[in-house]
């Protein structure tokens, strides 16, 4: 069973820093891409950054380019989501996704249960 286990969430001033952390697991399976979403009160989740495993470089959303860096430890299988320069904006409940297959099955979508991020001004 495919687990995504989330941490590094808290309540910062703006200007700080934070690093979520999220570990994959799951046996035999074949991982494609990793990344974050947000979701804010009363808004609907959007993409924050994510990782195609295959290769590429990283993609994020505008309003986080230039302050977040998205990384990915192979060897712990665990991505990570360095947040610089954190804004009020920013404040959202964060979750780690995950895109994989067990070996001769179709792909899914998997999800963390999600890390709270509050940033005052």
């Known amino acids: 069973q495919v687990q995504l286990v989330e941490s590094g969430g808290g309540l910062v001033q703006a200007g700080e820093s934070l690093r979520l952390s999220c570990a994959a697991s799951g046996g035999a399976i074949i991982w494609y891409a990793m990344g974050w979403y947000r979701q804010a009160p009363g808004k609907e989740r959007e993409f924050v950054a994510g990782?195609?495993?295959?290769?590429?470089?990283?993609n994020y959303v505008d309003s986080v380019k230039g302050r977040f860096t998205i990384s990915r430890d192979s060897a712990k299988n665990t991505v990570y989501l360095q947040m610089n320069s954190l804004k009020p904006e920013d404040s959202a409940v964060y979750y780690c996704?995950?895109?994989?297959?067990?070996?001769?099955?179709?792909?899914?979508?998997?999800w963390g249960q999600g890390t709270q991020v509050t940033v005052s001004s």
């Open positions: 990782l195609n495993l295959s290769g590429g470089s990283p």
């Open positions: 996704y995950a895109r994989a297959s067990r070996i001769g099955s179709p792909a899914y979508d998997y």
